[in-house]
């Protein structure tokens, strides 16, 4: 006998269907991925392009800058990460990101001089910093732990798809004889915020931000549509109701204080809040940042010094890291997070050193066979990072953050992301112009450090589910505890069954 319910909250746009509503789930991770990959990679095009550098008549100082912007916006969307996403719902502040960088994509698109441009990349900062808040926030805390780690890990390699769009695009745009050579480029970026807010209408609100706010007719409609439409998965979702409805409430009395004082309030806060502090700043330091942003640099230093050689590898070593971080994803919950990582970081140590030392030895060399081996290896390095710090950069923060603290937490992630984008941004052109083959040999030596750390700090979140994962960190008797004294305090014991009778609908 078919079990169905009566919608009295949910949008009738959101399907029950599985199979049209988890490919649903799968283009927000796609297009909300594929536009921060847009945003963040079209600059490393731009810079290859000739018309665009003696536009703006740039000199290292002001191409730091022109990179820079984009992180100096994605540290003030920090601070708004955690506030959008709790006050408006995960699924609005998707909007509010779109708004706010189509916005900064027209200025930039339009811009005269480098302040003009410098200020619409601050802007498309803001929007995607919200959208990389929002977007894996609500993918989290719907999907089930059987499908969290394939869509979250996805979430980020989809980053590529992006950046491949940008370099395809500024391959075919290379050869216009105007400033639309880096307008065109610029202006596509609308295009995914566009589709990100086209598909939202018909993807349901997260569960626990409805809970959170005394919706839980509601949300225990979008638990049954996740669960499915049997009678034992609507008595599943009755039951996750509970469970998560207890937790929050209990997460409610044990921090009542601003999100922002209880990151640092007990042990298991701050043991969450030093993985954060540690995997934020590795993001953009083990050196993915270098290959991101100056491939052209890279490419010169290795003698390869035409605009469309370069632009060729740009398209083809974005459809490698693709492929890659899709494989990555997969293989998050047969690896594990700590050993995938382990994995990637010693990779792209080893990796490193290769480059530098080739580099040295063939950078100013006409040896064909030295200059395609760098290459090799700089594909090498890029399917390291793409293979276990890709699909973990969504993914991760979200799993080790409980709910209170969960929009929090990622905004201090992001936080120290862009803080460090924004400190390679300088640097990193200038350490590359003095050092040379040298600067290789320093970031596979802080790559190093970094492995230390994650060995000591990162915990193993396979397989489990959000609560599961919080009694790992605060440990099963302090939790249950908690849950034991909101079941006795908590007036309304029995609303769940009362919520099950009022909205399931048997045929």
Same mark, same amino acid.
């Given at each position: 006998?078919?079990?169905?319910?009566?919608? =009295?909250?949910?949008?009738?746009?959101?399907?029950?269907?599985?199979?049209? +509503?988890?490919?649903?789930?799968?283009?927000?991770?796609?297009?909300?991925?594929?536009?921060?990959?847009?945003?963040? !990679?079209?600059?490393?095009?731009?810079?290859?392009?000739?018309?665009?550098?003696?536009?703006?008549?740039?000199?290292?100082?002001?191409?730091?800058? $022109?990179?820079?912007?984009?992180?100096?916006? &994605?540290?003030? &969307? !920090?601070?708004?990460?955690?506030?959008?996403?709790?006050?408006?719902?995960?699924?609005?502040?998707?909007?509010?990101?779109?708004?706010?960088?189509?916005?900064? #994509?027209?200025?930039?698109?339009?811009?005269?001089?480098? @302040?003009?441009?410098?200020?619409?990349?601050?802007?498309?900062?803001?929007? !995607?910093?919200?959208?990389?808040?929002?977007?894996?926030?609500?993918?989290?805390?719907?999907l089930p732990p059987r499908n969290r780690a394939r869509v979250l890990g996805l979430f980020f390699s989809c980053f590529y798809v992006g950046s491949l769009a940008s370099a395809i695009v500024n391959y075919g745009s290379q050869n216009i004889n105007s400033t639309w050579a880096w307008r065109l480029p610029s202006l596509l970026q609308f295009l995914p915020s566009l589709l990100a807010a086209a598909i939202v209408p018909f993807i349901p609100e997260s569960p626990r931000w409805l809970i959170a706010n005394d919706r839980d007719e509601e949300a225990l409609e979008v638990l049954m549509i996740m669960q499915g439409e049997r009678k034992s998965d609507l008595q599943a979702g009755g039951q996750q109701l509970n469970d998560i409805r207890d937790t929050i409430h209990a997460e409610a009395k044990k921090f009542p204080r601003n999100p922002w004082r209880?990151?640092?309030?007990? =042990?298991? $806060?701050?043991?969450?809040?030093?993985?954060?502090?540690?995997?934020?700043?590795?993001?953009?330091?083990? @050196?993915?940042?270098?290959?991101?942003?100056?491939?052209? =640099?890279?490419?010169?230093?290795?003698? /390869?010094?035409?605009?469309?050689?370069?632009?060729? %590898?740009? %398209?083809? #070593?974005?459809?490698?890291?693709?492929?890659?971080?899709?494989?990555?994803?997969?293989?998050?919950? #047969?690896?594990?997070?700590?050993?995938?990582?382990?994995?990637? %970081? @010693?990779?792209?140590?080893?990796?490193?050193?290769?480059?530098? &030392?080739? /580099? =040295?030895?063939?950078?100013? !060399?006409? $040896?064909?066979?030295?200059?395609?081996?760098?290459?090799? %290896? /700089?594909?090498?390095?890029?399917?390291?990072?793409?293979?276990?710090?890709?699909?973990?950069?969504? +993914?991760?923060?979200?799993?080790?953050?409980?709910?209170k603290l969960r929009a929090t937490g990622i905004a201090i992630f992001r936080m120290l992301d862009s803080g460090f984008g924004l400190l390679a941004s300088f640097a990193m052109a200038y350490a590359m112009e003095n050092l040379g083959w040298k600067f290789y040999f320093i970031n596979a030596a802080w790559n190093f450090v970094f492995l230390i750390i994650a060995y000591f700090t990162f915990v193993e979140t396979k397989g489990l589910t959000l609560e599961e994962i919080n009694v790992k960190f605060e440990g099963e008797t302090s939790v249950i505890s908690g849950i034991e004294e909101v079941s006795e305090t908590d007036s309304e014991t029995g609303k769940q069954a009362d919520i099950i009778a009022n909205t399931k609908e048997l045929r």
């Open positions: 006998m078919a079990t169905t319910f009566q919608r =009295k909250h949910v949008s009738k746009l959101i399907p029950t269907n599985h199979k049209v +509503l988890m490919p649903l789930l799968l283009a927000v991770t796609i297009v909300n991925s594929a536009t921060l990959g847009y945003d963040s !990679s079209v600059m490393n095009g731009l810079l290859i392009l000739p018309s665009y550098s003696e536009y703006f008549h740039l000199n290292t100082a002001t191409e730091g800058l $022109n990179n820079a912007a984009m992180w100096m916006g &994605g540290i003030i &969307g !920090s601070f708004l990460m955690q506030p959008v996403p709790d006050y408006f719902g995960r699924r609005r502040a998707i909007y509010v990101a779109s708004v706010i960088s189509v916005v900064g #994509i027209i200025l930039q698109a339009a811009a005269q001089n480098v @302040g003009m441009f410098v200020i619409a990349r601050i802007i498309v900062g803001i929007g !995607s910093a919200i959208s990389n808040g929002a977007a894996p926030t609500l993918l989290g805390e719907l209880e990151i640092i309030s007990t =042990k298991a $806060n701050r043991r969450r809040l030093m993985i954060l502090c540690t995997f934020g700043p590795m993001i953009n330091m083990f @050196g993915n940042f270098v290959i991101s942003y100056y491939l052209g =640099k890279i490419l010169t230093q290795a003698g /390869i010094t035409k605009t469309q050689t370069q632009t060729q %590898v740009q %398209v083809i #070593i974005n459809c490698w890291s693709f492929a890659v971080a899709v494989l990555g994803s997969f293989m998050l919950d #047969i690896l594990g997070r700590r050993v995938q990582t382990f994995i990637g %970081v @010693g990779g792209m140590i080893v990796t490193l050193l290769m480059i530098g &030392g080739l /580099i =040295k030895r063939y950078g100013e !060399s006409t $040896n064909t066979s030295g200059i395609y081996g760098t290459i090799g %290896v /700089i594909f090498l390095f890029q399917g390291f990072y793409a293979f276990s710090i890709t699909p973990m950069t969504s +993914l991760y923060p979200t799993e080790v953050s409980q709910f």
